[in-house]
């Protein structure tokens, strides 16, 4: 009798080691708009469906409310403070090891299919993965902005898109699971952009298509013999403001509106997950790694933070955005969650208890003095225990440019903006409302409305390095070179490793009839972005 347990054990051990892994990210997806987490304005059973013979985990929040450093985070296993990874123009460094990489080296095939520029291959991500399905080529990086921007001419059409519909990339997948029935093991990733900005319908519009696709998927790994076999996990890399706390969609603050998000997943029928079809114990997407080596018996490499959520002891759960820091010099947020509790560590701290206040409506920081004290405490010992393992990535630009800088008259490039005021977000919301109304009007077309609303901005805070660099690009495209010349160098000196600051400033002076200082401009940007088309030219 013991020694058939012990092979039926066995037995069970060698199935979850070859189980095939299936990843479904959806962009954008607030957790709170699914029907199986309550919503009721949009039915959304395909989605639901994935926690059959599952677990939904009711309290899981992304590391960063942006696609990149997200999904960097679920890949790495790693904060973003600790890989670096923390605006949406910042690659993944070579060498990283990733739930990608560790299934690799234990004999699984490897696809991923990606649905937006933030995740092309450039950006790497595609390390691990035998196919990589990135139909994108935008090779210049803004981590100022956290924008990327088109190379130049491109052999697919694809490639100067920055996204493409979710049915292109469900039906690769499909078709690459139905050519890989072999007995290799499999991991398949898909990406999902449909829900973000802009919209095509509104958000929830978006939501009943992104059912209907996954209904669609549902549909193919059950017909293919898929489903019942393998572990598949659905999840978001962040939510979506949707106007609550002032914010329109995400990455600015760091509230549960954009950090919660849907974690569901779903067992191979007859393995023993150990965990019940709800847990309502806070998560994060860090721990998404660990959990499928865990259940795989592959052990879980020692670079990894998070914690498997097969192991329900509690854990914190930290957050960060330094979107407004990086992009406005304002302060960066972090936050760290502790059973009901969360800290927002900002010039003022915000505490909320989210279990009587999941809207983080009452801030409960100046009634309770102590528990911040603590919790930021805690928030330094995580800090502390996860600094950065490798050094920052080395500056593109060579003893020589650093000197041509000099020459201009630039300070050599550090930071992503030099002497950043720190100022709290809450204080600036105003600010940054505009900074969006702007981009919304460019977007539109209607250049003149947004140099006015640019031009204000800048009367009021003239240290918007963001808001000026897009004020210059407006006056370059207006042929206005003087100005635009005036505004990109105030930009160049706060920001000089900027291609797009670089480039436009270049435009600028060459449209002045200054070509000595446009070249070295020109050459300037190249250092920083190579791969630019003008680079080639």
Same mark, same amino acid.
């Given at each position: 009798?013991?020694?058939?347990?012990?092979?039926?054990?066995?037995?069970?051990?060698?199935?979850?080691?070859?189980?095939?892994?299936?990843?479904?990210?959806?962009?954008?997806?607030?957790?709170?708009?699914?029907?199986?987490?309550?919503?009721?304005?949009?039915?959304?059973?395909?989605?639901?469906?994935?926690?059959?013979?599952?677990?939904?985990?009711?309290?899981?929040?992304?590391?960063?409310?942006?696609?990149?450093?997200?999904?960097?985070?679920?890949?790495?296993?790693?904060?973003?403070?600790?890989?670096?990874?923390?605006?949406?123009?910042?690659?993944?460094?070579?060498?990283?090891?990733?739930?990608?990489?560790?299934?690799?080296?234990?004999?699984?095939?490897?696809?991923a299919f990606i649905g937006s520029v933030f995740?092309?291959?450039?950006m790497g991500l595609n390390q691990g993965f035998?196919?990589?399905?990135?139909?994108?080529?935008?090779?210049?990086?803004?981590?100022?902005?956290?924008?990327?921007?088109?190379?130049?001419?491109?052999?697919?059409?694809?490639?100067?898109?920055?996204?493409?519909?979710?049915?292109?990339?469900?039906?690769?997948?499909?078709?690459?699971?139905?050519?890989?029935?072999?007995?290799?093991?499999?991991?398949?990733?898909?990406?999902?952009?449909?829900?973000?900005?802009?919209?095509r319908n509104g958000y929830d519009a978006q939501?009943?298509?992104?059912?209907?696709?996954?209904?669609?998927?549902?549909?193919?790994?059950?017909?293919?013999?898929?489903?019942?076999?393998?572990?598949?996990?659905?999840?978001?890399?962040?939510?979506?403001?949707?106007?609550?706390?002032?914010?329109?969609?995400?990455?600015?603050?760091?509230?549960?509106?954009?950090?919660?998000?849907?974690?569901?997943?779903?067992?191979?029928?007859?393995?023993?997950?150990?965990?019940?079809?709800?847990?309502?114990?806070?998560?994060?997407?860090?721990?998404?790694?660990?959990?499928?080596?865990?259940?795989?018996?592959?052990?879980?490499?020692?670079?990894?933070?998070?914690?498997?959520?097969?192991?329900?002891?509690?854990?914190?759960?930290?957050?960060?955005?330094?979107?407004?820091?990086?992009?406005?010099?304002?302060?960066?947020?972090?936050?760290?969650?502790?059973?009901?509790?969360?800290?927002?560590?900002?010039?003022?701290?915000?505490?909320?208890?989210?279990?009587?206040?999941?809207?983080?409506?009452?801030?409960?920081?100046?009634?309770?003095?102590?528990?911040?004290?603590?919790?930021?405490?805690? %928030?330094?010992?995580?800090? #502390? =225990? /996860?600094?950065?393992?490798?050094? !920052?990535? $080395?500056?593109?630009?060579?003893?020589?440019? @650093?000197?041509?800088?000099?020459?201009?008259?630039?300070?050599?490039?550090?930071?992503?903006?030099?002497?950043?005021?720190?100022?709290?977000?809450?204080?600036?919301?105003?600010?940054?409302?505009?900074?969006?109304?702007?981009?919304?009007?460019?977007?539109?077309?209607?250049?003149?409305?947004?140099?006015?609303?640019?031009?204000?901005?800048?009367?009021?805070?003239?240290?918007?390095?963001?808001?000026?660099?897009?004020?210059?690009?407006?006056?370059?495209?207006?042929?206005?070179?003087?100005?635009?010349?005036?505004?990109?160098?105030?930009?160049?000196?706060?920001?000089?490793?900027?291609?797009?600051?670089?480039?436009?400033?270049?435009?600028?002076?060459?449209?002045?009839? %200054?070509?000595?200082?446009? #070249? =070295? /401009?020109?050459?300037?940007?190249? !250092?920083? $972005?190579?791969?630019?088309?003008?680079?080639? @030219?």
């Amino acid at each position: 009798m013991h020694r058939l347990f012990a092979a039926l054990l066995l037995a069970s051990v060698a199935g979850a080691q070859q189980a095939p892994v299936i990843l479904i990210s959806i962009d954008t997806l607030r957790a709170d708009h699914l029907s199986a987490y309550g919503y009721k304005a949009v039915p959304t059973p395909a989605l639901d469906s994935f926690a059959e013979h599952g677990t939904l985990f009711a309290a899981a929040d992304c590391q960063a409310p942006l696609t990149l450093p997200s999904h960097a985070s679920l890949f790495t296993s790693t904060y973003p403070f600790e890989n670096r990874i923390q605006e949406n123009a910042e690659p993944v460094r070579a060498g990283a090891v990733t739930l990608a990489t560790v299934l690799h080296a234990h004999g699984y095939k490897t696809a991923a299919f990606i649905g937006s520029v933030f995740l092309e291959q450039r950006m790497g991500l595609n390390q691990g993965f035998d196919f990589y399905d990135s139909p994108f080529d935008f090779r210049v990086l803004s981590p100022m902005s956290g924008e990327m921007f088109f190379a130049g001419a491109a052999g697919n059409p694809m490639g100067v898109r920055d996204r493409r519909d979710g049915a292109l990339v469900v039906r690769a997948a499909i078709q690459w699971l139905a050519a890989n029935h072999g007995e290799q093991p499999v991991f398949a990733f898909l990406h999902l952009f449909d829900m973000h900005l802009p919209y095509r319908n509104g958000y929830d519009a978006q939501l009943a298509y992104v059912d209907s696709l996954m209904a669609t998927f549902k549909q193919a790994l059950v017909r293919g013999g898929w489903w019942d076999r393998s572990l598949v996990i659905l999840l978001s890399d962040h939510g979506e403001s949707l106007g609550e706390h002032g914010e329109a969609s995400h990455g600015y603050f760091i509230y549960e509106s954009t950090l919660q998000v849907p974690l569901l997943i779903h067992w191979p029928v007859g393995q023993a997950a150990r965990l019940p079809s709800s847990v309502s114990e806070p998560a994060g997407l860090v721990d998404v790694a660990p959990t499928v080596l865990d259940y795989l018996r592959i052990p879980i490499p020692p670079s990894f933070a998070g914690q498997t959520l097969l192991d329900r002891s509690p854990r914190p759960v930290v957050a960060e955005s330094t979107h407004a820091h990086d992009a406005f010099g304002w302060s960066p947020l972090r936050s760290i969650r502790l059973g009901e509790y969360k800290l927002i560590d900002a010039p003022r701290p915000e505490l909320y208890d989210l279990t009587n206040d999941p809207r983080e409506q009452t801030n409960l920081a100046a009634r309770e003095p102590d528990r911040v004290q603590s919790m930021r405490g805690a %928030l330094a010992q995580v800090l #502390a =225990a /996860h600094q950065p393992r490798h050094p !920052a990535p $080395a500056n593109t630009l060579s003893a020589h440019d @650093r000197a041509v800088l000099h020459s201009l008259g630039y300070v050599a490039p550090g930071p992503k903006l030099a002497n950043p005021s720190g100022a709290d977000p809450k204080d600036r919301l105003g600010e940054f409302q505009q900074y969006e109304d702007a981009q919304i009007a460019l977007y539109r077309g209607r250049t003149a409305d947004a140099a006015a609303m640019l031009r204000k901005i800048l009367a009021e805070d003239p240290g918007n390095t963001l808001a000026r660099r897009d004020l210059g690009g407006i006056y370059l495209e207006q042929k206005s070179y003087l100005r635009a010349r005036t505004e990109l160098e105030r930009v160049a000196a706060a920001a000089p490793d900027d291609y797009v600051t670089q480039y436009q400033l270049s435009l600028a002076l060459d449209g002045l009839h %200054l070509g000595e200082q446009a #070249a =070295a /401009h020109l050459k300037l940007a190249c !250092a920083i $972005a190579p791969d630019a088309a003008p680079c080639h @030219r």
